[in-house]
């Protein structure tokens, strides 16, 4: 049984910093990419970074240099470090996960095809 469950989301003011957990149950983590997405009501989901077990990440501009996303193997636990958060940065965040196979070249988070293993979400509001 597959499990994906997110934690760590909260409501923290310009300029502060959360960080976001996300236990995986059930997947054998070196054949699986592991990425975070976020999603504002209205909008199209939107890809943050992504990961593979060797610590091979990428990330979206949006990203770049204030976030950092982590894949604990000991402890089955996907993380994401958000620093210097800003107003637009506060949204529903998701965790997910998609076998190796489905992406062409390092995993990405609007690359490949990220089908098959999501959590529920954790808001984060920043004000």
């Known amino acids: 049984h597959v499990q994906l469950v997110e934690s760590g989301g909260g409501s923290v003011q310009v300029g502060e910093s959360l960080r976001l957990s996300c236990v995986v149950e059930?997947?054998?983590?070196?054949?699986?990419?592991f990425g975070w997405f976020r999603q504002v009501p209205g909008k199209e989901r939107e890809g943050v970074a992504a990961t593979d077990f060797k610590g091979r990440a990428t990330y979206e501009d949006s990203a770049k240099g204030r976030f950092t996303i982590s894949l604990d193997i000991r402890v089955s636990t996907l993380c994401l470090q958000m620093d210097a958060l800003r107003p637009e940065d506060s949204a529903m965040y998701y965790c997910?996960?998609?076998?190796?196979?489905?992406?062409?070249?390092?995993?990405?988070?609007?690359?490949?095809?990220?089908?098959?293993?999501w959590g529920r979400g954790t808001q984060v509001t920043v004000s």
């Open positions: 997910a996960a998609e076998s190796t196979a489905f992406f062409p070249g390092p995993c990405s988070p609007n690359e490949g095809s990220w089908l098959n293993y």
């Open positions: 059930g997947l054998d983590l070196t054949r699986h990419c």
